[in-house]
Each structure stands twice: as C-alpha cells, then as structure tokens.
C-alpha cells in the first residue's frame, strides 16, 4: 500500500502497488528458476528485467518525476512480455508472476491513460 503522504491519485497509487508486488514476484520467480532441470535463461532474464523497471518507476512516482509516463511505458511492455513468456511454462511461480505482472503492466498503462 503506497504511502498516504505520496498524495498520489487512485490509478497512481494502484499503478504503484502492482510495481512494489511485481518486483517481489519477479524476483521470487527468477531465483525459482534457476532450480528447474529445462533451460530458463529468457524467463530469468525478463523477470530481472521486469523486477528493475518496475522497481525504477515505483522510485520515480514516489518523487514525482517528470519521466514517470516514459517508465511505465517500458516496465508495461517488458512487464507483458515476461507474463507471455512465464505462461509459457507451468511451475506454479511463473503463473503466479504472470499474474502479477499482468496487473502491472495494466495499471501502469492506465495510469498513462490517465495523464
């Protein structure tokens, strides 16, 4: 739950959430991955990926900066392309990140919308 002082609106403040739980169930998912027998170099790296921009933008809304839109451009795209690539596979935490990162990348492009 993003900090009530950060007088962000609801899309922002949703926006912001799925970023922080999306960082937490990449992060998580990257290093479940490494345990697996097939090879899960893409689902590693797009998570790590996913895990950094979505950790960026959660920094940048708190601060308010002018480059917010442009992050949550590039953490919605990386974020749809990691929940494509997890749904790929069917260990039980990469359905949970795809779910996770589907959110994200929803509600970041909301809150572009919503600009």
């Known amino acids: 739950m993003a900090l009530q002082e950060l007088d962000l609106n609801e899309t922002e403040e949703t926006c ?3 970023c922080l739980e999306a960082v937490q169930s990449c992060e998580w998912c990257a290093d479940e991955c490494l ?3 097939m090879d899960m170099s ?3 790296r797009l998570c790590r990926d996913v895990a ?3 950790s960026d933008h959660a920094r940048f809304m708190a601060r308010n900066s002018n480059y917010s839109d442009e ?3 590039a953490t919605a795209g990386a974020a749809e392309e990691c929940a494509e690539e997890c749904r790929r596979h069917d260990h039980d935490h990469c359905q949970v990140c795809a779910d996770v990162v589907e959110a ?3 509600s970041c492009r909301e809150m572009i919308q919503a600009s």
Do not use: F
């Open 71 to 73: 992050l949550a451009e």
């Open 16 to 18: 912001l959430d799925n």
């Open 35 to 37: 345990d697996e027998d």
């Open 52 to 54: 950094d921009l979505a």
């Open 42 to 44: 893409r689902c590693i």
């Open 104 to 106: 994200c990348a929803e």
